[in-house]
């Protein structure tokens, strides 16, 4: 038996938890606030040279050296939908929230009902500004009777450890963690075989959403039953000095499951077959959840948290504009950021999202569009260097895994 | 990456192929490779005059939409339609079926602006 003797984050519950399977629905944006681009230069994760032996085109990515794909973005994307694929997400922030009080004081500063959750469990949730626009998106997990771990946006971790330690009282305190940790993203239909190879055929993953603290060759790991794929999968934090060691032994493991490294190319149109948002893209600090149709990770009846009399204004007046997925009538151009939506002519929205799925090979995307004209059905054009193109308003999520 | 010696080239990863008063026209090996997963070829329109370094087609990979330049002034005088149906043929077969367009050249002498093989190979390292 593996000795136990490295806590990332001091956790504080159990070991392990009975798996229960099925798909994992409540996901997070892990790519980053791309608005913010840093102006140094860009950090390197532990797997820097991984990425850089396996071939990958590296990109500077929210102030991180990131891999944008090895192979080809739809390989990558098909090894997530059918087989088993990893990620790089070491860029993403850890934020630990302890201290008596600080349950109390994450559910005023947070909008989902962080009384919902109990040691080992975690939520998706919004940090917002007072106008009730979206500061991040984030995962909280409760690691302690009053610890909690935080799993924030790359490019927000700073702000964020700023706006939160401004707004704290004594004796709760925040810690920046970020830079001793790597993680990794491991996702799709072969999850389940991949885990029991790695940690052994007797250890179960944590249930959907939850996490916990398991031991991995002489040293502990947590895994977190997450992710942003729409494929059963779990995120996987371990010391910096480990993450060489669980990267190789993954790719190793997974080889008879047909694992490959996947980068932000694929992760991107991964979570957008799904509708899960990007910060910075479909999410800013000018729109709320409301609008970008995430209410339900939001609890009004909470006495107070930021921003919650602006949402209240919001639900009583209603939304303007609403975030809505779409999807291209014909084969064409791909929509991108930016493009202009149309109504019969007149101008209703603009397009946050958009690619080529490859998946249904159709171009999909998100956009904000008018209260009035964003009805699951309804047809739009998307204008594409002076042409429109027809599109129509789709039910989340665009992508579907079909029955087997 | 493949670089053949019979070519001539652009900075912007444009192959020309010499055909008496034409020159074909296509995006070389390492331009796809670094796009890889064209999805969507926008053609030039035919008997479109272009100058010199002007945007005549849009290659779509899933990623990015990236501008195809004229290497020399002239016109428009064939499209590749296959590249509508089947644009990974830019991928496959770069220097073959995935060329783009032909342009009837205005002035021969223009095509000494270009890079040749041992040039573009110099540019991509």
Known sequence: ??????????????????????AIEVNRPYLCYVARVTETAPQRTPFYDEHVRLGAKMIPFAGWLMPVQYTSIVEEHQAVRNNVGIFDISHMGQLVVEGAGARE????????????????????????????????????????????????????????????????????????RSADFGGVAIQGPRLLELFHALFGKDMQPPPRNAIAELPFDRTNVFVA????????????????????????ATLEKGKPFGIKPCGLGARDTLRLEMCYPLNGSDLSPERNPIEAGLGTFVDLTKP????????????????????????????????????????????????????????????????????????????????????????????????????? | MNVPDDLLYTETHEWIKREGENVRVGITDHAQSELTDVVYVELPKMDRQANAKEAVAVIESVKAASDIYAPVKGTVVEINKALEADPG?????????????????????????????????????
């Open chain 1, 105 to 176: 004081w994450l559910n005023a500063t947070l909008t989902n009902n962080i009384d919902k959750l109990a040691v080992g469990m975690g939520q998706y949730t919004f940090l917002l500004n007072e106008r009730g626009g979206t500061i991040d998106d984030l995962i909280v997990y409760q690691i302690g009777d009053q610890k909690f771990l935080l799993v924030v946006n790359a490019a927000r971790t700073e702000d964020d450890f700023a706006w939160l330690q401004k707004r704290l009282c004594a004796p709760i305190q925040i810690e920046n």
């Open chain 1, 304 to 404: 107070d948290f930021i921003g919650r009399d602006a949402l209240l204004k919001t639900k009583e007046i209603g939304s303007r504009e609403k975030l809505v997925p779409f999807r291209m009538k014909e084969k064409g151009p791909p929509p991108r950021p930016h493009y202009a939506v149309f109504h019969n002519g007149e101008r209703v929205g603009e397009v946050t999202s958009g690619t080529l799925s490859p998946s249904l090979n159709y171009g999909v995307g998100m956009a904000y569009i008018d209260a009035a004209h964003a009805k699951i059905g309804a047809e739009i054009d998307i204008e594409i260097r002076g042409q429109k193109f027809p599109a129509v308003i789709e039910k989340k999520p665009l992508y579907k895994k079909s029955a087997s």
């Open chain 2, 89 to 125: 043929l830019i991928n496959r077969e770069p220097y073959g079926q995935g060329w783009i367009f032909v342009l009837k050249i205005d002035n021969a002498d223009d095509l000494k602006q270009l890079k040749d093989a041992e040039a573009y190979r110099k540019q991509i390292g």
């Open chain 1, 225 to 248: 039953r997450t992710g942003y794929t729409g494929e059963d999968g779990i995120e996987v934090f371990f010391r910096a000095t480990d993450a060489v060691k669980f990267w190789n």
């Open chain 1, 1 to 22: 038996m593996p000795q136990r003797k490295v806590h990332p984050f001091g956790f504080q519950g159990r070991g392990g938890s009975p798996n229960r399977p099925g």
